[in-house]
Nanobody, 117 residues
Framework: QVQLVESGGGLVQPGGSLRLSCAAS????????MAWFRQAPGKERELVARITGGGSTNYADSVKGRFTISRDNAKNMVYLQMNNLKPEDTAVYYC???????????WGRGTQVTVSS
């Protein structure tokens, strides 16, 4: 069983920065891709950024150049550095792991990010 716990959310002014962290526990393998999704009120959950076990990344167009996803396989951690935040980035951010061995997706409970002046 895999557990994911997010942290680092909060209230920030437009133009500010936050760093989200996700701690993974359980049967974790560094080959598993991990990702950050977000869900704003009244909207569907959407992919923000993904990182493979080898470190390849991809981002939603709306966050390219502002957000950076990274991982520390030795610590079973994944991070999302968010810079130049905008009010439209306000959402609950969820950590996601896809197990390539058992073809199962895991989710954290989410952390709230609010961008407002």
């Amino acid at each position: 069983q895999v557990q994911l716990v997010e942290s680092g959310g909060g209230l920030v002014q437009p133009g500010g920065s936050l760093r989200l962290s996700c701690a993974a526990s359980g049967s974790i393998f560094s080959i598993n891709p991990m990702a950050w999704f977000r869900q704003a009120p009244g909207k569907e959950r959407e992919l923000v950024a993904r990182i493979t076990g080898g470190g390849s990344t991809n981002y939603a167009d709306s966050v390219k150049g502002r957000f950076t996803i990274s991982r520390d396989n030795a610590k079973n951690m994944v991070y999302l550095q968010m810079n130049n935040l905008k009010p439209e980035d306000t959402a609950v951010y969820y950590c996601n792991l896809f197990s390539v061995t058992i073809r199962t997706t895991y989710w954290g409970r989410g952390t709230q990010v609010t961008v407002s002046s």
